[in-house]
């Protein structure tokens, strides 16, 4: 099983809720990639490289990416994350406005603001405006996870990962 994190930048720095997306996703396996794509994003994949739990990180840059679109973001993202069994993203107005696309070109469900990760298939998240935790179940063979970063501490950063 392994997993895919969508690191959310600005072509400069890493944010923080990346972080936290990332001890998400080492809950779920030791396989962890992280996807960089931007322009001229050099300083963002040497800190992705970094981040601990994080086995490969991938990047790609484009002079159309400069802007970080949602739209063209999701379509690299469904092209490459296709090998993972979890794309995992922060639950930001920019991971919230990927997620969806990228479960919609995967004909998948997404899951929003996971506060929880029981297993590979079953997460905890709010509902009813946050009044109430329901604990969903997904069986689709890749699942899209936005992930409440307040919820999970963040990944450390003494890592050596392998940028590719």
């Known amino acids: 099983m392994s997993v ?5 930048h600005n072509n400069a720095l890493l944010k923080s809720a990346t972080l936290n997306t990332t001890t998400a996703a080492t809950t779920l ?3 962890v990639d992280m996807l960089v794509i931007g322009y001229e994003c050099i300083n963002v994949i040497m800190q992705a490289s970094k981040v601990n739990g994080v086995c490969r990180v991938l990047t790609c ?3 159309h990416y400069r802007d970080l679109g949602a739209e063209n973001i999701a379509a690299f993202i469904v092209e490459h994350g296709r090998n993972y069994t979890h794309i995992l993203m922060p639950s930001t107005p920019w991971g919230k406005s990927i997620a969806p696309r990228v479960a919609a070109l995967l004909d998948v469900a997404q899951i929003s603001d996971v506060v929880a990760i029981k297993s590979s298939d079953t997460y905890v998240r709010p509902t009813y405006a946050g009044n109430v935790l329901t604990t969903v179940r997904c069986l689709d063979p890749v699942t899209v996870l936005t992930i409440r970063t307040t919820n999970f501490e963040p990944a450390g950063l003494e890592n050596q990962a392998v940028v590719e």
């Open 61 to 63: 840059e484009a002079e």
């Open 29 to 31: 396996s030791n396989e």
């Open 4 to 8: 895919l994190v969508i690191a959310e």
